[in-house]
């Protein structure tokens, strides 16, 4: 008896990239929950196709140690005595 192979075929994706890539230049704000019921996926599958096509999104351009507030009455400043 021999273990014959079953023909390969490509698998079929519920999300189309090129239209995920045309839903991010027209909604480049949306959160992935907005897109999921878009395409009628769950998110983890948007959250899935992104990171596959390298799409990231940050929402604050600048790091947040630069932009934290100092404590009130505190100097940072070295003072000698």
Same mark, same amino acid.
């Given at each position: 008896? =021999?273990? %014959? $192979?079953?023909?390969?075929?490509? &698998? !079929?994706?519920?999300?189309?990239?090129? +239209? @995920?890539?045309?839903? *991010? %230049? !027209?909604? /480049?704000?949306?959160? !992935?929950? %907005? &897109? =999921? %019921? &878009?395409f009628g996926v769950s !998110?983890?599958?948007?959250?899935? =196709? @992104?990171?596959? @096509?390298?799409l990231t999104y940050k929402k604050?351009? #600048?790091?947040? +140690? $630069? &932009?934290?507030?100092? /404590?009130?009455?505190?100097?940072?400043?070295? #003072? #000698? *005595?």
């Amino acid at each position: 008896m =021999a273990i %014959e $192979s079953k023909a390969s075929t490509t &698998r !079929q994706r519920k999300i189309d990239k090129s +239209e @995920l890539i045309k839903d *991010v %230049e !027209q909604y /480049p704000d949306a959160y !992935q929950k %907005e &897109r =999921a %019921e &878009r395409f009628g996926v769950s !998110q983890k599958a948007i959250w899935q =196709a @992104l990171k596959k @096509l390298g799409l990231t999104y940050k929402k604050n351009s #600048t790091s947040s +140690e $630069s &932009r934290r507030k100092r /404590p009130a009455g505190i100097s940072t400043k070295k #003072t #000698t *005595v």
